[in-house]
């Protein structure tokens, strides 16, 4: 159950994405969670799932204070589906900066952000999200003996 909590802090829906990338290029973990709802859920793009805004604070302030700490999220696309007092926002994302485990920077890298918004109080607030990576030239992941790989079995035909 979602709680209804008046601490909407979204004016417009559309925008959570921007507000997402500005809080996370800030280093504000505090300020990212308070985009969400106390009982929100987040999925990370390796299937991590938070399920309360405390813990999807300390788990963004984790990051944005080790292999993020350079990192530079940028929003490149949104769309928007309203469905009353829900909005789910699909953001594509582009990260530069990430550090490896030996602190040099990695490649760039994109992901889809997807976040439904609640109508809440006089603003809206986001109830989940889940991110995905985009691999190129992908089209699923394929697990053998231990392994995941991404694989495109359209090149086989």
């Known amino acids: 159950m979602i709680s209804d909590s008046t601490d909407a802090p979204i004016q417009d829906p559309a925008e959570i994405a921007q507000q997402f990338a500005d809080a996370w290029n800030a280093r504000d973990a505090a300020t990212l969670a308070e985009l969400f709802a106390e009982d929100a859920d987040f999925v990370n793009v390796v299937g991590l799932w938070w399920c309360k805004r405390r813990d999807i604070r300390k788990a963004h302030d ?7 700490r350079a990192a530079h999220l940028i929003v490149e696309e ?66 053998v003996t231990g392994s995941r790989n991404a694989v495109d079995y359209r090149k086989a035909r």
């Open 62 to 68: 984790y990051g944005l204070s080790t292999f993020f």
């Open 78 to 143: 949104r769309r928007v589906r309203p469905m009353g007092d829900t909005v789910i926002v699909h953001a594509r994302y582009r990260i530069e900066g990430q550090l490896t485990p030996e602190g040099s920077a990695a490649d760039p890298r994109h992901s889809i952000l997807v976040f439904v918004v609640r109508r809440q109080g006089s603003g809206w607030i986001a109830v989940a999200a889940q991110n995905t990576e985009v691999i190129p030239n992908t089209e699923t992941f394929l697990a």
